[in-house]
Structure formats: structure tokens, C-alpha cells
């Protein structure tokens, strides 16, 4: 079994931060790519940050210079420090893990339970 187990969501004022975490364990032979994504109510999930294993990212156009991603490859866990927010972001986050499980030649995609964040005064 191999699961992601996101925190750090919560409500936040406008213009304030917030940090997200996302650690993936259980049976895990290796993990690659992983990102966030997120989804608002009645919009298709979009892609927020990735990052590889050498720390390369990338960043969706709206939160470049406002969100910070980076990752512990010892501890197989990714950050999202998120500042400045605006009421725009408000959305579950979800992370997201390319990872090959012990019980697989394969990489998969794993995904979290997602994480609730409000930006509202």
C-alpha cells in the first residue's frame, strides 16, 4: 500500500500564507515527479506547482513569485508555501506523486485525499 497524506489547509485573510505539506509512505521502491493541484467548485482541477527529484519546478502562471514548492527526497515529502493569498485561491489542494510501489515494475500516479483552503476576509 502506498498513500499521501496532505496538511496544512485551513483559512487564511487575504494577502496572508499558508504552508501545505504532503508526505507519501508505505510501500514505496522509489518517488519521482511530485506536484500540487488544486480544484475550486465548479472548475476542472489545474495544476499549481511540480517538482522533479533534482529540485527542478514549475509553477502555474497565477501563483509564480506568490507559491514556493520544495521537497525532502529523504523523507518523500513535498512543501507548498503559499503567501499573498487572494479569495482566487480558494480550493482543495491535492498532491499528487509519480511513484513506483515496492509490489511493481511500474510507476504510478498516486494522489491525496486533498486539503481545504479558504482565502476570505
Known amino acids: 500500500q502506498v498513500q499521501l497524506v496532505e496538511s496544512g489547509g485551513g483559512l487564511v485573510q487575504p494577502g496572508g500564507s499558508l504552508r501545505l505539506s504532503c508526505a507519501a509512505s508505505?510501500?514505496?521502491?522509489?518517488?519521482?515527479?511530485m506536484g500540487w493541484y488544486r480544484q475550486a467548485p465548479g472548475k476542472q482541477r489545474e495544476l499549481v506547482a511540480r517538482i522533479a527529484t533534482d529540485s527542478s519546478t514549475n509553477y502555474a502562471d497565477s501563483v509564480k513569485g506568490r507559491f514556493t514548492i520544495s521537497r525532502d527526497n529523504a523523507k518523500n515529502t513535498i512543501y507548498l508555501q503559499m503567501n499573498s493569498l487572494k479569495p482566487e485561491d480558494t480550493a482543495v489542494y491535492y498532491c499528487?506523486?509519480?511513484?513506483?510501489?515496492?509490489?511493481?515494475?511500474?510507476?504510478?500516479?498516486?494522489w491525496g485525499q486533498g486539503t481545504q483552503v479558504t482565502v476570505s476576509s
Open positions: 499528487t506523486a509519480n511513484i513506483r510501489p515496492q509490489y511493481s515494475s511500474y510507476e504510478v500516479p498516486f
Open positions: 508505505g510501500s514505496i521502491f522509489r518517488v519521482n515527479l
